[in-house]
């Protein structure tokens, strides 16, 4: 078993900064892709910055020149640093990962952490 844990959410002003982390942890044999996504109150889950199996980044174009996804492999742990914050990104951000136990690939989703911009 495998459990992902968010955590650096919070009410900030328009404008400013969080970094959102997640750690990974259990019988974790490789990390094959992780990343964040969020989803907004009566809205369906977007995809906001993640790392592919093969090591690039993909980005929502809502946050290109904001955000940035970055990692600590020795940690099993990934960051979304959060710049210049906007009202329509309140959101809920989960962190998501593929993660193969062994040979079992399998799809892991963590709790959530909410991000309210207050304007």
């Known amino acids: 078993q495998v459990q992902l844990v968010e955590s650096g959410g919070g009410l900030v002003q328009a404008g400013g900064s969080l970094r959102l982390s997640c750690i990974a942890s259990g019988r974790i044999f490789k990390i094959n892709a992780m990343g964040w996504y969020r989803q907004a109150p009566g809205k369906q889950r977007e995809l906001v910055a993640t790392f592919t199996s093969s090591g690039s980044t993909n980005y929502a174009d809502s946050v290109k020149g904001r955000f940035t996804i970055s990692r600590d492999n020795a940690k099993n742990t990934v960051y979304l640093q959060m710049n210049s914050l906007k009202v329509e990104d309140t959101a809920v951000y989960y962190c998501?990962?593929?993660?193969?136990?062994?040979?079992?690939?399998?799809?892991?989703w963590g709790q959530g952490t909410q991000v309210t911009v207050s304007s």
């Open positions: 998501n990962a593929a993660i193969l136990e062994l040979l079992q690939l399998r799809d892991y």
